[in-house]
């Protein structure tokens, strides 16, 4: 209903914005004529020209007219125009490049074409904030990609880069211009390169709110966020038919690259929202955790939180029993400020949770297991996740704050044979080339490995901290004491040993491995004094051309 009444309204508004404009820009033109009389041709030239323009800017807002852009209604969604209307602050955008047409004279397309070609792209802002966007218009051609597509999100990229401001791309389009050939996957590889040039310089986002196929999937896979509409828009490389045609597989689109799959199956796409509503305004909401570019700090903003608050809740939340789950979201939600986290891929590897939240008011990435979800222990498909996730807040000067609970990696030979060792690794690389400030909370176990990968001292960790119930162990009492005392009959005395000895975080505190062992109701105080004290860190790594990380 709501969605309908939003739709309707801007519909509404749109149509009889254009209806007017397109009156009065006729009606002047006729009057001109009737008075241009004794005028020189010069001037009359001048009147046409005036007059023209601004029938060309009516027509260049239907896009592919009144029929099609009904029938993107009825499939739920709104048109590209509707959607940046809704996505940007109001009155704030500027369209560039509204009256460039495609150059395509081979199979009739010389007889048809439509000002601005099948995207919108130009300038706007939200909340304030400068963005860069494009909105492919589904309405012309299906939103194919034709050379003059390409070159419009281009320019935009372009300057994006050059004023420093995130661009957000809302794909809605069937793929390459069959008809323009070679021509639209080259304007593919241009818009490929520069997401490239601009990976780690601004953020770039990708909003899935239709189809997205074939070559053109890979422009979002090399976005640092990529967002779908649940039931609306999908991601795949060959469609069904071609599936069917090769394997003699019978699937939808949905099934093959729908929103469902892509947020818990392939971890393609990092969300999914409801509606392009839903999706429009929850996108305004998450830019605001993001600096303008790699040149600003994490953005910070007046918060009504107390940095100093004590947080009791906190002291009872992990259980005495080191064996039981607990929800690590509500250490987060109880810790960061007014409870308002904004998790990323929330349904993909649920063994490890990323996302962003604000202590006093600064934006920071926050990192934890999940001891819920397989104990926490870390995996192929969290390795990479988290990995990802700490390159990104490292590349935009977003401070890490780590809770740990893990008790090592996922053992077995399905994880063995498609490479933990490989991608396993890909989180500790992450962790270890940041030069953010990274602070650290151990909340129960840091067993192995796994210790050395989650943020540890050891990998320039600026500030660590453990709990009470805190375990720093290369792994578990029972393990252990299996190992060590093999053969021995007194197995359960020398079990309560180990325990004593190393259940506990004084071995790592004795060491300096954790600077101090803290009341879980402190936390959050401790942190916020720690990145008010870490906001003129200054580290820099080896200079290099680049690095070789594990892919």
């Known amino acids: 209903m709501i969605l309908n009444q939003v739709r309707n309204t801007l519909r509404s508004k749109y149509l009889a914005s254009v209806g007017l404009n397109y009156l009065r820009s006729n009606t002047t033109f006729n009057l001109n004529r009737t008075y241009t009389q004794g005028l020189s041709p010069s001037v009359i030239n001048s009147l046409k020209v005036k007059s023209d323009l601004k029938e060309k800017r009516e027509e260049s807002l239907l896009g592919g007219g009144q029929k099609r852009i009904d029938q993107q209604h009825k499939k739920g969604k709104l048109t590209a125009r509707e959607r940046i209307e809704l996505l940007l602050d109001d009155d704030s955008f500027v369209e560039y490049d509204s009256f460039m047409e495609h150059r395509c004279s081979d199979f009739g397309m010389n007889k048809e074409k439509y000002l601005g070609d099948s ?26 990609l034709s050379s003059v597509h390409a070159k419009k999100i281009c320019k935009i990229m372009d300057q994006a880069l050059v004023i420093g401001a995130p661009v957000i791309g809302l794909n809605d389009s069937g793929g390459a211009r069959i008809q323009e050939g070679v021509e639209s996957l080259a304007g593919y590889a241009d818009i490929f390169q520069r997401n490239v040039m601009a990976s780690g310089v601004i953020p770039q986002i990708s909003l899935i709110m239709g189809p997205c196929a074939g070559g053109a999937v890979y422009s979002p896979a090399l976005t640092d966020f990529t967002f779908m509409v649940n039931d609306t828009s999908y991601l795949f490389i060959t469609g069904p038919d071609v599936v069917k045609s090769v ?29 392009d509503i839903d999706a429009l305004i929850r996108l305004r909401s998450f830019i605001n955790y993001l600096p303008q570019s790699n040149r600003d700090n994490a953005p910070l903003r007046a918060s009504n939180d107390p940095s100093d608050r004590i947080v009791l809740s906190l002291d009872q939340l992990v259980p005495l029993d080191n064996s039981a789950a607990y929800d690590m979201k509500e250490i987060i939600l109880a810790t960061i400020d007014e409870k308002d986290f904004f998790e990323i891929m929330p349904d993909y590897a649920k063994n490890i949770i990323v996302g962003f939240a604000r202590m006093n008011g600064r934006t920071v990435g926050i990192v934890a297991n999940q ?3 397989a104990a926490g222990c870390l995996d192929i498909n969290s390795s990479v996740k988290g990995a990802r996730f700490v390159r990104f807040c490292d590349a935009f000067n977003i401070p890490i704050i780590t ?11 399905a994880q063995e044979y498609h490479g933990i060792i490989r ?20 909340t129960r176990k840091a067993y192995g490995g796994a210790y050395d990968v989650m943020s540890s001292k050891h990998l320039r960790g600026d500030c660590n901290y453990a709990w009470p119930t805190a375990e720093v162990a290369v792994m578990g009492a029972q393990g252990a004491v299996k190992i060590i005392f093999k053969g021995t009959k007194d197995i359960k005395e020398k079990e309560e040993e180990y325990i004593d000895k190393f259940a506990n975080p004084f071995p790592a505190a004795s060491r300096g491995f954790v600077d101090d062992i803290i009341e879980p109701r402190m936390t959050r105080k401790i942190i ?4 008010d004290l870490l906001s003129t860190k200054k580290l820099k790594n080896p200079k290099k051309k680049h690095d070789n990380m594990p892919l």
């Open 403 to 413: 809770f740990v609970d893990v008790p090592g990696f996922l053992p077995g030979t």
């Open 528 to 531: 916020c004094q720690d990145l």
């Open 119 to 144: 995207v919108v792209t130009g300038r706007g802002l939200i909340n304030g904030r400068t963005v860069f966007v494009f909105s492919q218009d589904f309405t012309v051609f299906g939103g194919s």
């Open 423 to 442: 991608h396993g690794a890909k989180l500790l690389y992450a962790f270890a080339e940041a030069t953010v400030p990274k602070i650290t909370v151990i």
């Open 247 to 275: 394997t003699g597989e019978n699937v939808t689109q949905q099934e093959l690259g729908g929103a469902k799959v892509h947020t818990q199956q392939s971890g393609v796409a990092h969300l999914a929202f409801e509606n």
């Open 371 to 373: 001891p819920k979800v």
